[in-house]
């Protein structure tokens, strides 16, 4: 069964850029069935869609976060890597990885596995 | 950009009732829905996708329905497992995805 393991720093300075990275436990990928997304929750609040990304090289991000944001797939390393770049304490969250499915090939865009995230905060 | 609104924002019911939750999409999305329960302390979990299509593995008292702009989630019959938050996401392709506010579903 696939697993998602989310890891990074924990606390991060304002203005700072944050770097997460997410390991993949299988080879789904390097799969064209597949994308790979990030999503946070701030404490108490609603999910937002930061972006997605595939093995190809390319990407999708939310036009809010687009100039601060950039994620990449190693297939490699089975890892996926987020950066969020000029942070500030709006950007405290939990950040899951997920893994997501692609609409023209699987007939779904859904996020079916999640990491169990991890817990950023943005503070001096 | 496409908004999601769920309704209600809480819900409060018992075992056993039959619940349905509501989620307005701004724009037509066709089928491209997909609804998810979250735990506290836990990642959320995906019950349905395609607006109807039941996820491997999740009970078959959970079932969704709707197509456009309206589409709803229902409970039949409420286990103790089910209180937990509901999430609805838009994942057409012309738009950032979206997720609802959500909907806290309460023991009565």
């Known amino acids: 069964q696939l697993q998602l393991q989310e890891s990074g720093p924990g606390l991060v300075k304002p203005s700072e850029t944050l770097s997460l990275t997410c390991t993949v436990s299988?080879?789904?990928?390097?799969?064209?069935?597949?994308?790979w997304g990030w999503i946070r929750q701030p404490p108490g609040k609603g999910l937002e869609w930061i972006g997605s990304?595939?093995?190809?090289?390319?990407?999708y991000y939310n036009p809010s976060l687009a100039s601060r944001v950039a994620i990449s797939v190693d297939s490699s390393k089975s890892e996926v890597s987020l950066r969020l770049t000029s942070v500030t304490a709006a950007d405290t969250a939990v950040y899951y990885c997920a893994r997501q499915q692609v609409v023209v090939v699987a007939q779904r865009g859904d996020f079916d596995s999640w990491g169990q995230g991890a817990l950023v905060t943005v503070s001096s | 950009d496409i908004q999601m609104t769920q309704s209600p924002s809480t819900l409060s019911a018992s075992v056993g009732d039959r619940v349905t939750i509501t989620c307005r999409a701004s724009?037509?999305?066709?089928?491209?829905l997909a609804w998810y329960q979250q735990k506290p302390g836990q990642a959320p979990k995906v019950l349905i996708y395609k607006a109807t299509r039941l996820e491997s593995g999740v009970p078959s008292r959970f079932s969704g329905s709707g197509s456009g702009t309206e589409f709803t989630l229902t409970i039949t019959s409420l286990q103790p497992d089910d209180f937990a938050t509901y999430y609805c996401?838009?994942?057409?392709?012309?738009?950032?995805?979206?997720f609802g506010q959500g909907t806290k579903l309460e023991i009565k």
């Open positions: 299988d080879d789904s990928i390097s799969s064209s069935t597949y994308c």
């Open positions: 996401q838009h994942y057409n392709s012309y738009s950032p995805y979206t």
């Open positions: 990304a595939y093995f190809s090289g390319s990407f």
């Open positions: 724009q037509r999305i066709s089928s491209e």
